[in-house]
């Protein structure tokens, strides 16, 4: 059996990744994991229409990484119950997925888990391409999507 795994859960605070946290859960209590919760945010870039260059803008992104930085406590603190939660924020100018991807590699995780939204018919396969479709193609372990289901919540 596996025991003191490391589980990377995915976060952008919707209430999919907030379910997937509570489902993650489970499994660090079973496993004995430690669980990355990891928030993957775009650096603020202010473009100068003049040159065309893209410029960071300090200021405002440490205000987007501290408030980030809250939500992630946050969420720690409502859902820990004797399971050691390490919050990660990791600022990349590519796609979150490949920012995921990236992490779990890094932190050589077992697993990684991340809330996929709720969408149905044609559109949801064009639309589960996003994150989810790229973070289950190129993750350098198993992963695990979950999907919502309202029946649970009542």
């Known amino acids: 059996m596996i025991r003191h795994c490391k589980i990377v859960v995915a976060t952008d605070f919707s209430e999919p990744a907030d379910d997937a946290l509570r489902r993650t859960m489970t499994l660090a209590h079973k496993y004995e994991a430690d669980i990355y919760l990891l928030h993957v ?5 202010l473009y100068d229409t003049d ?18 930085h809250e939500r992630l406590e946050k969420q720690v603190d409502k859902v820990r119950n004797g399971v050691t939660i390490y919050p990660k924020i990791v600022e990349d100018m590519r796609s979150p997925a490949a920012a995921i991807c990236d992490a779990a590699k890094d932190l050589e995780a ?5 809330g ?3 969408r149905e ?18 993750a350098p372990c198993t ?3 979950t999907h919502p289901h309202p029946e649970e919540d009542t």
């Open 41 to 45: 945010m775009e650096p603020f870039m």
């Open 51 to 68: 040159s065309m260059l893209a410029m960071p803008v300090e200021d405002l992104s440490e205000v987007r990484r501290k408030g980030a």
């Open 110 to 114: 077992d697993m990684i888990v991340l």
């Open 116 to 118: 996929r939204h709720g």
């Open 121 to 138: 018919g044609f559109l949801e396969h064009l639309l589960i391409g996003s994150t989810a479709e790229h973070v289950v193609r190129h």
């Open 143 to 145: 992963v695990v999507v």
